[in-house]
């Protein structure tokens, strides 16, 4: 199983940036695949989930209503459409998968990971 997540990049605030997250060796179509992010000094806190049946969660609330999580199946992949950039969104993002239908923001619960793409907004 392997996650590769890409699309980061360095913009302004205000901007968007879509992350895709692709997945080889399985589908998505039966797990849950989340977000997270870890800003510089701060600990690794969940940004969004998406069960297998398509349900999004968005656990962080200072992303709610910018931040879309969605699913492409067909191609295998995951993405977070990231709107209304700000500065406080700097940080390293990483797509996880868990072997389980249903999301949760526990880290320990996700069974792969990939390798992080950077953002940075200024």
């Known amino acids: 199983v392997q996650l590769v997540e890409s699309g980061g990049g360095s913009v302004q605030a205000g901007e968007s940036l879509r992350l895709s997250c692709a997945a080889s060796g399985y589908t998505f179509s039966s797990y849950a695949v989340g977000w997270f992010r870890q800003a510089p000094g701060k600990e690794r806190e969940g940004v969004a989930c998406?069960?297998?049946?398509?349900?999004?969660?968005v656990y962080a609330d200072s992303v709610e209503g910018r931040f879309t999580i969605s699913r492409d199946g067909d191609k295998n992949t995951v993405y977070l459409q990231m709107s209304s950039l700000k500065p406080e969104d700097t940080a390293m993002y990483y797509c996880a998968v868990r072997v389980d239908m249903r999301c949760t923001r526990v880290q320990a619960l996700y069974n792969y990971w990939g390798q992080g793409t950077q953002v940075t907004v200024s």
């Open positions: 998406l069960t297998w049946r398509d349900e999004p969660t």
